[in-house]
């Protein structure tokens, strides 16, 4: 069982940065990969990236100039980086993490999100 808490999200202008936590506990995290998602209202849920325990890592190529995914493994916790923030990028964003590096929303487990609002 994993447990995943998200903080980080607010308000932001358009073309200013946000960094994103997912902190996590439970046995075995480091089985897992971590993914982040996001969904803006009437839209489906959008993958954003995943990392693994080695740091490896995929980013949707529409946001991996502008998004970067890292973590700290002494405290378990999984960042995402967003610079040049768009008002489209205004969304529920989501961490989750499963066994399987998946770029679709099959995950095990799920944290309860975080709301970014970019502003023009």
């Known amino acids: 069982q994993v447990q995943l808490v998200e903080s980080g999200g607010g308000l932001v202008q358009a073309g200013g940065s946000l960094r994103l936590s997912c902190a996590a506990s439970g046995r075995d995290f480091a089985a897992y990969f971590t993914a982040w998602f996001r969904q803006a209202p009437g839209k489906e849920r959008e993958f954003v990236g995943f990392?693994?325990?080695?740091?490896?890592?995929t980013i949707s190529d529409s946001m991996k100039s502008r998004f970067t995914i890292s973590r700290d493994n002494a405290k378990n916790t999984v960042y995402l980086q967003m610079n040049s923030l768009k008002p489209e990028d205004t969304a529920v964003y989501y961490c989750a993490a499963g066994r399987r590096a998946l770029q679709d929303p099959r995950y095990d487990y799920w944290g309860q999100g975080t709301q970014v609002t970019v502003s023009s």
């Open positions: 990392i693994g325990w080695s740091g490896s890592h």
